[in-house]
């Protein structure tokens, strides 16, 4: 049977090189990639804790005093999650969220880092 | 596995994503190619989202949108479809592997909502993209 030839998929590859040509979207670009990563590895975490737990998204909601939509939309929603909701829910969950210092800052503790 | 980013491209050779992106403001395009990225390195469902990525649910149930936010709040979206099957499938749509396909962008005000028009114009592309195979993408 003849091979199916496959599409040509490097469009995307090819825009994003030369978007990245350009310093200012660079920077931006590169600014948003560490906060996207951060806010998913704190919730991936604490998802992770909550399903570890047994626990479902309305018990956690319940146990912060929040609606369970509001928990719900924490995970998937279009939100800027308060910082006092995540450090309930990493309580209730047996965590908590710490500042750490990045190898390479010149302080000697303050960049954020989850410990969920 | 990373998954490939694709963009749809019309019959008459258009690509309404790069058309959109083009008239973006230069942070919110970079931060739709960072949230692309993110989600094609940690694809469905490892990526939690953040806000960032969510499905999309009634008449447009099967797709997925890609949010950012803009000068003076203004939306802008990304609205996508996933191609994973097996790899047999995925072989006949011209793919090597499992892809995010993005179909077109929307933008709108702060606290508006876009209307079922809107909706239907990309359920229309999206349509036209899922009626072909191999897919037609840009290239």
Known sequence: MAEIPTTDTSHYQRRRARELADAEFREEYERARVEIAQVDTIMRQLDARREASGMSKADLARLIGKNPSTVRRLFTAEVNPELKTIVAMASVLGARIEIVGEPSANTDSSTSRSVA | ?139
């Open chain 2, 1 to 139: 596995m990373a998954w490939d980013v694709v963009f749809y491209r019309a019959a008459d050779g258009t690509v309404p994503v790069d058309d959109f992106l083009d008239a973006c403001p230069t942070s919110v395009r970079a931060r739709l190619f960072a949230i692309l990225d993110a989600v094609a390195e940690a694809p469905p469902p490892q990526f939690s989202g953040g806000g960032h990525w969510e499905a999309m649910h009634g008449a447009m149930g099967g797709y997925f949108e890609i949010r950012a936010q803009g000068p003076k709040r203004e939306q802008f979206r990304l609205l996508c479809v996933l191609e994973n099957a097996e790899a047999s499938e995925l072989k006949r749509r011209g793919f090597p592997g499992p892809a995010l396909a993005v179909i077109t962008g929307l933008r709108k005000p702060w606290m508006t909502t876009f209307s079922a028009n809107d909706y239907t114009g990309v359920r229309l592309l999206g349509d036209d993209y899922r009626s072909t195979i191999p897919r037609r993408i840009a290239s």
